[in-house]
């Protein structure tokens, strides 16, 4: 079983930058693809970021136009999502996810873990 733990989020202003971590445990880092996703309030979870298992591969929400990074270390076995610019619609709970394949997926049908998630609020 895989534990997936996110953290750093917190409240910014306008033009802020954040960066979440997202800490695995309980499997084989190594293997996983993982994907950041996010829920706003009212509104259906949407794909933010994803990266292989290589580290190789990497999509992004068209939304992120170049503001968001998504990293991984396999040896602190964590996933990373560097948000710069952020904007009040970026305002929502963020969710890191793992998929077993390896591929790197936009659609969250593909991941079979999930954090809890971190709620990531930005001011105007």
């Known amino acids: 079983q895989v534990q997936l733990v996110e953290s750093g989020g917190g409240l910014v202003q306008a033009g802020g930058s954040l960066r979440l971590s997202c800490a695995a445990s309980?499997?084989?880092?190594?293997?996983?693809?993982m994907g950041w996703f996010r829920q706003a309030p009212g509104k259906e979870r949407e794909f933010v970021a994803t990266?292989?298992?290589?580290?190789?591969?990497?999509y992004y929400a068209a939304f992120v136009k170049g503001r968001f990074t998504i990293s991984r270390d396999s040896t602190k076995n964590t996933v990373y999502l560097q948000m710069n610019s952020l904007k009040p619609g970026d305002t929502a709970v963020y969710y890191c996810?793992?998929?077993?394949?390896?591929?790197?997926?936009?659609?969250?049908?593909?991941?079979?873990?999930w954090g809890q998630g971190t709620q990531v609020t930005v001011s105007s």
């Open positions: 996810a793992a998929d077993l394949s390896g591929l790197a997926h936009i659609s969250p049908n593909q991941y079979e873990y």
């Open positions: 309980g499997g084989t880092f190594s293997r996983y693809s």
């Open positions: 990266i292989s298992s290589s580290g190789g591969t990497t």
